[in-house]
Nanobody, 119 residues
Framework: VQLQASGGGLVQAGGSLRVSCAAS????????MGWYRQAPGKQRELVAT???????TYKDSVKGRFTISRDNAKNTVYLQMNSLKPEDTAVYYC??????????????WGQGTLVTVSS
């Protein structure tokens, strides 16, 4: 499985950015997907997940601002980020994994894409 993330960049606080992750090497539509992020000096944290049936979950701090979606025809998962804050600055990683109940278990990682939010 290969996951290629793109779309990171520099944006001012309050702005928007969309990061994408193209998957290959598996039947994309059958798999749950997630976005993680890791800020400098901090642990990697789960930001959002989307099931194979397009049910979504979000970290509390991004609810109402971030939207995860998927396009199975393009084997791509997206993270639309609005009303960005400096504390959203991090390397964002996409992931293919599996959901068991409310828990998400990562299986395959892509390379990260850096999102920097200036104040």
């Amino acid at each position: 499985v290969q996951l290629q993330a793109s779309g990171g960049g520099l944006v001012q606080a309050g702005g928007s950015l969309r990061v994408s992750c193209a998957a290959s090497g598996s039947t994309f539509s059958h798999h749950d997907m997630g976005w993680y992020r890791q800020a400098p000096g901090k642990q990697r944290e789960l930001v959002a997940t989307i099931s194979s049936g397009s049910v979504t979950t979000y970290k509390d701090s991004v609810k109402g601002r971030f939207t995860i979606s998927r396009d199975n025809a393009k084997n791509t998962v997206y993270l639309q980020m609005n009303s960005l804050k400096p504390e959203d600055t991090a390397v964002y990683y996409c992931n293919q994994g599996h959901l068991k109940g409310i828990y998400y278990y990562p299986d395959y990682w892509g390379q990260g894409t850096l999102v920097t939010v200036s104040s």
